[in-house]
């Protein structure tokens, strides 16, 4: 019994870990940045094949719903991501994916050469100029480290940076304390003042 127990507490533990982390990754490095105008920045995630994969579904559906409500018509979405096999580049993909099945009619943006996160903050530089708000979508810790190479290339675009509606508590709930993992392994190379909770 107290076995079991164990098990039960240590899974809530875990659960609750999860939660906490990717909660504090995604409000870290962003401000309360007003403006008329926002970019939504839709990172992919390697897609080989010639379909969307779930992971690139569930990243467009997290970008469009960080449009704001009162900000749609001044709104551009930028989806980045090359292609990692032989089938169409992940941004294209994922603009297809927004476009055909959740019939998003707003302004679209494609960046289609990116193969690691450093090129795909680099290739949408230029798509940024001129926005007041810049939100990137992904998973938490992938949007950080975006975030945080957008402070290293552009530090005056990277004030423009709010929060982007990509953590919601319970949303991917038994596969976050996994995502926390991960994500302490790929920001093990941020600097201290890039893991600064901003909110």
């Not at 309360?32 to 839709?42: I, K, L, T």
């Not at 997290?62 to 930028?78: M, P």
């Not at 976050?176 to 600097?191: F, N, S």
Request: charged share 25%; aromatic share 8%.
């Amino acid at each position: 019994m107290r076995s079991a127990w164990g098990l039960v507490m240590g899974g809530a533990a875990a659960l609750v870990w999860g939660e906490c982390l990717n909660r504090r990754w995604s409000r870290t490095l962003v401000g309360n940045g007003a403006g008329a105008s926002e970019a939504v920045v839709v990172l992919g995630y390697r897609n080989p094949r010639a379909a969307i994969n779930v992971i690139n579904r569930w990243r467009v559906r997290a970008g469009l719903r960080s449009i704001a409500s009162d900000k749609a018509r001044d709104t551009r979405v930028i989806f980045s991501g090359g292609a990692t096999g032989s089938g169409p580049a992940e941004a294209q993909l994922m603009a297809d994916y927004a476009k055909s099945v959740l019939k998003f009619g707003g302004h679209v943006l494609i960046e289609d050469q990116s193969r690691t996160t450093w090129e795909n903050v680099t290739n949408v530089i230029p798509l940024l100029e001129g926005v007041d708000r810049i939100k990137i979508a992904s998973q938490p810790a992938h949007a950080l480290k975006a975030r945080a190479y957008l402070h290293r290339q552009r530090p005056d675009l990277a004030k423009r940076l709010v929060v982007a509606d990509d953590y919601r508590p319970g949303e991917w709930a038994v596969l976050k304390p996994l995502l926390a993992l991960y994500g302490l392994w790929t920001l093990r190379g941020l600097q201290a003042e890039e893991r600064k909770v901003s909110l």
